[in-house]
């Protein structure tokens, strides 16, 4: 249902909102030290109730444009084509990039633990080596199951690198990257730090303006990412239910942590994103294609979305 403007306003006019809000649903290695981000977001929130202080992108951006798994939409996920459309030609304020680890240990891009979706192959990542991933074909299996989007280039795409991916795109484009648990790829935020530091995105300038964002699903990974480098902004992803899951005092401890939360879109209303906004946090929800969920998401006061659609919601924010 969509929210009135007067609803709106009025929730950001009472003192403080019950913890029963955010229960009601409605989907340091590398780097220079820099205490900005936090500083400036931490401001931006003491004003209480009044959405002109509340925290804003560090882009700069109003509405800021997640491209779930690049041109996703568009073009087999996590492959270049992805990342070419929704960088070079949708205009897509973040790559977002999911990552795995090889047998041999480097980071490459996919969504899930296996291969078997998105390639000709079968079987673990982290079974395969680099050599042995970089045969599979991660292009056709996009062409067979979406044919009016089919295209010959996409036949033979092959599984980009952490490493590939930010030799060609540089600091040109943004970077919203998912780590996973850290029992499952050990060591892991160490290794995106070390990577993202060879490719100078942790110089304050780069993290200072948005240039890079860590985001998880683990808090285990969050923390020791925070850990290794404070500096580091921070997304705390919650799956479809979690928010109503998270006391007053768990909201706390996330914001001690991360800048910003990443909740399943359906789960939001206008009142729980204007807490959530109240306490600090940038608000990115996922994943949204739908035009209509994302004027009411806007409504709410949310910062941006993960969409496969990137045009559509740049359009959308584009509105007056």
């Not at 941006?304 to 740049?314: I, L, M, P, R, S």
Request: with cysteine; hydrophobic share 30%; net charge negative.
């Amino acid at each position: 249902m969509k929210a009135s403007n007067k609803g709106i306003i009025s929730c950001l006019t009472v003192a403080s909102l019950s913890l029963a809000i955010i229960h009601t649903p409605v989907e340091a290695s590398g780097g220079e030290s820099s205490n900005t981000i936090t500083t400036n977001l931490t401001n931006a929130s003491k004003t209480q109730n009044n959405h002109t202080n509340w925290s804003r992108n560090l882009t700069g951006e109003r509405h800021t444009t997640i491209a779930h798994r690049g041109a996703s939409g568009y073009a087999p996920e996590h492959t270049f084509a992805a990342y070419d459309k929704s960088h070079n030609e949708l205009g897509a304020s973040y790559i977002e990039i999911d990552l795995q680890r090889t047998k041999d240990g480097h980071l490459v891009a996919m969504h899930d633990e296996t291969v078997d979706r998105t390639t000709n192959g079968s079987g673990r990542v982290e079974d395969y080596t680099l050599a042995e991933l970089k045969k599979l074909d991660a292009g056709s299996s996009f062409n067979e199951q979406n044919p009016q989007l089919a295209k010959d280039s996409y036949k033979g795409a092959t599984v980009p690198t952490l490493d590939e991916i930010l030799t060609r795109y540089g600091t040109d484009a943004n970077y919203y990257i998912e780590t996973k648990q850290p029992d499952v790829y050990p060591g892991m935020e160490q290794q995106l730090l070390d990577t993202l530091n060879r490719h100078n995105m942790l110089t304050s300038n780069s993290l200072e303006n948005g240039h890079v964002l860590v985001q998880s699903f683990s808090e285990a990974s969050l923390l020791k990412m925070h850990q290794l480098n404070s500096t580091v902004p921070l997304i705390r992803l919650l799956d479809k239910g979690e928010l109503a899951q998270q006391s007053e005092a768990d909201l706390q401890r996330i914001r001690s942590y991360a800048i910003g939360v990443g909740p399943e879109y359906s789960d939001l209303n206008a009142q729980n994103t204007a807490h959530l906004k109240d306490l600090g946090f940038l608000v990115h929800p996922f994943t949204v294609n739908e035009t209509a969920d994302m004027q009411r998401l806007n409504q709410y006061g949310v910062d941006g979305v993960f969409t496969n659609y990137a045009e559509q919601y740049k359009a959308i924010s584009a509105q007056k």
